[in-house]
Each structure stands twice: as C-alpha cells, then as structure tokens.
C-alpha cells in the first residue's frame, strides 16, 4: 500500500510541476518553446521510476492542464504535440541502427511540429500566427524548421544525459531503497 500512494503522490506532484513550468512559460515573452521542454523534465524521474504508463499518464494531465490553463495556446500545443517525447525516447533508442534511429527521431518531432502548425493555423485559426507566418518568406520558414531540429536533436541528446543523472545521482535525494 505505501508503495503505491508513493507511486500516486509522486505522479502527482511531477504533472503538477510540469503544469507550473507551462504556467511560467505564459509569463516569461518568448519562452513559447522553453517552457514545453521544462514541461517535459518532470517527466523523466517518473520514467525512470514507475515506467512508460505512469509517465505517459502524467503527461496527459499536464497536456490537459495546460490546454485549459494556459493564455498561450501556442505554448500548450508544443507540449501537447512534443511533451511525450521524453516517453516515447527509449523506444527509439532500441533501434539498432544510428541512421534508422536518427531519422524516426526527426520524423517524428518534423510530423508532431507540422501537424501542431497545421491545425493552429488551419482549423483554429489563430490570426495572430497567421500575420506573423505571412511576413516570412519561404526559405525563412525552412531555415526555421532546420533549426528547430538541430534544438530537437540537442533537446535529445539532453534528455539522455538528464536520464543518466537521475539514474545515478539524483535518484538517492528523492528514493530510500
């Protein structure tokens, strides 16, 4: 039983810091992107501890919390299309191959970014983004969306180094075994 309320409180209070990081990140101008990546951190301790479910569990009620809480609906869905990443990573790290590896990483953040814009822009309509995406021109946006996986693919790589340190340092702070 105090395993399992353990399990529960701590799921709790890691989709609660999440939700607090995306709160911030609505009030911090330009930390749009940011704020989802930290969003994303409170994730790994519950991966690494309770697995994939509870994880994935804690990212739906900070997905949620911040779709109804959050005035930067941008903000929301970054996280909404990109916070399960943390989650889905050792998956694809099984992968045998770098290459095959490499490129279902950035198939998957290049699908998650064109679907998030698509429907911001196509089906909610957000004018603000709209006036903003007119002004740029093609080979601007491309630009953007080069250096938006060049940060994907360090977010990653980040993500790993931080998994390590939790395995092997930090895990003593919050855990007596």
Known sequence: MGRQCHKIAFCGVS???????????????????????????????????YGWRPALGVYG??????????????????????????VLRPALERLHSRLVRLI?????????????????????GLDMLETEFVE?????????LVGGNLVFLLLDRTLGQLMLLWQYRLRRLFFRH
Do not use: H
């Open 15 to 49: 989709a609660s810091l999440g939700t607090v990081l995306l709160l911030l990140g609505g009030l911090i101008p330009g930390a749009t992107y940011c704020a989802p990546v930290l969003g994303m951190l409170p994730l790994l301790p519950v991966l690494a501890e």
């Open 61 to 86: 009620v900070t997905a949620v919390l911040a779709l109804l809480l959050t005035p930067d609906k941008e903000l929301a869905g970054v996280y909404l299309f990109l916070g399960y990443y943390p």
């Open 104 to 124: 279902c990483k950035l198939a998957v953040f290049n699908a998650a970014v064109l679907a998030l814009y698509f429907l911001l822009l196509r089906v909610l």
């Open 136 to 144: 740029y021109s093609t080979p601007l946006l491309m630009a953007l």
